[in-house]
């Protein structure tokens, strides 16, 4: 038992797919899987377990930003013995070849969080995805005409942040696509753990032009995403 996701051993799948918003979950859970069980209620932070094409899978919430996401994780890894992690979220694109909607696959995470610094000191270790995910969802994303880039994001601790300006100049100066606030802890923590992880993210803003897609819309895109995020993950 764990103190955040509050469940049996064995009610939740090897395989988890993680948006930030707990309302995601309960709607991935309603409109993918079948069976589906509600294993977690603490703080509002739903998890569900079901069944996708007779694979079993989870569904878990995890809040918005590296510390609330790495509870989630690590009790999911830790006490759940969850093996594969795929984040399924949203960010704000850096860069005109990722335009509003479009997927990003995510091959790496730079950060201005302090909490590699504060685990490693000085080693700067680089935060990438598992490669054979990496490979199958470019492979299903190619395969289902999807508009999509693979590229690197900026996983940010502030959404409101002074020195926004100085930051995105040098994301943008190394080729970075995006920004979004969990990725380098979810791979940073596989790397320790020794798990598979992947983050996908739909395109819901613009920090070039400041547009954002509209609420009623954002759905759409998201699901294509959670269907390129199990398809890759049970390789259908
Ligand atoms: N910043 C950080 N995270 C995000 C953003 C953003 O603009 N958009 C979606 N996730």
């Given at each position: 038992?764990?103190?955040?996701?509050?469940?049996?051993?064995?009610?939740?799948?090897?395989?988890?797919?993680?948006?930030?918003?707990?309302?995601?979950?309960?709607?991935?859970?309603?409109?993918?899987?079948?069976?589906?069980?509600?294993?977690?209620?603490?703080?509002?932070?739903?998890?569900?377990?079901?069944?996708?094409?007779?694979?079993?899978?989870?569904?878990?919430?995890?809040?918005?930003?590296?510390?609330?996401?790495?509870?989630y994780a690590?009790?999911?890894?830790?006490?759940?013995?969850?093996?594969?992690?795929?984040?399924?979220?949203?960010?704000?694109?850096?860069?005109?070849?990722?335009?509003?909607?479009?997927?990003?696959?995510?091959?790496?995470?730079?950060?201005?969080?302090?909490?590699?610094?504060?685990?490693?000191?000085?080693?700067?270790?680089?935060?990438?995805?598992?490669?054979?995910?990496?490979?199958?969802?470019?492979?299903?994303?190619?395969?289902?005409?999807?508009?999509?880039?693979?590229?690197?994001?900026?996983?940010?601790?502030?959404?409101?942040?002074?020195?926004?300006?100085?930051?995105?100049?040098?994301?943008?100066?190394?080729?970075?696509?995006?920004?979004?606030?969990?990725?380098?802890?979810?791979?940073?923590?596989?790397?320790?753990?020794?798990?598979?992880?992947?983050?996908?993210?739909?395109?819901?803003?613009?920090?070039?032009?400041?547009?954002?897609?509209?609420?009623?819309?954002?759905?759409?895109?998201f699901n294509?995403?959670?269907?390129?995020?199990?398809?890759?993950?049970?390789?259908?």
């Amino acid at each position: 038992m764990s103190i955040h996701i509050v469940s049996e051993e064995g009610s939740i799948a090897e395989t988890v797919l993680l948006p930030g918003d707990p309302l995601r979950a309960k709607h991935i859970a309603q409109t993918y899987l079948t069976d589906v069980v509600c294993y977690n209620e603490i703080r509002g932070m739903y998890g569900f377990t079901g069944s996708w094409h007779g694979n079993r899978v989870s569904v878990q919430g995890t809040g918005m930003g590296m510390p609330s996401f790495s509870i989630y994780a690590q009790e999911l890894i830790d006490t759940f013995k969850v093996k594969r992690l795929v984040r399924v979220g949203t960010c704000g694109t850096l860069n005109e070849r990722l335009r509003l909607k479009d997927v990003l696959i995510v091959q790496a995470a730079d950060c201005d969080s302090g909490m590699n610094p504060s685990r490693f000191g000085s080693y700067q270790y680089a935060p990438v995805a598992s490669f054979p995910l990496l490979q199958k969802a470019y492979r299903h994303a190619v395969e289902s005409s999807l508009a999509f880039a693979v590229g690197n994001v900026f996983t940010t601790d502030q959404f409101y942040d002074t020195k926004h300006a100085d930051k995105l100049a040098v994301a943008c100066s190394v080729g970075t696509l995006a920004v979004d606030m969990e990725t380098c802890e979810l791979y940073t923590l596989a790397h320790l753990k020794q798990v598979e992880a992947l983050t996908l993210l739909t395109v819901s803003d613009s920090l070039l032009t400041h547009e954002q897609v509209p609420p009623e819309e954002r759905q759409n895109t998201f699901n294509a995403m959670v269907g390129l995020a199990l398809s890759t993950l049970f390789d259908e």
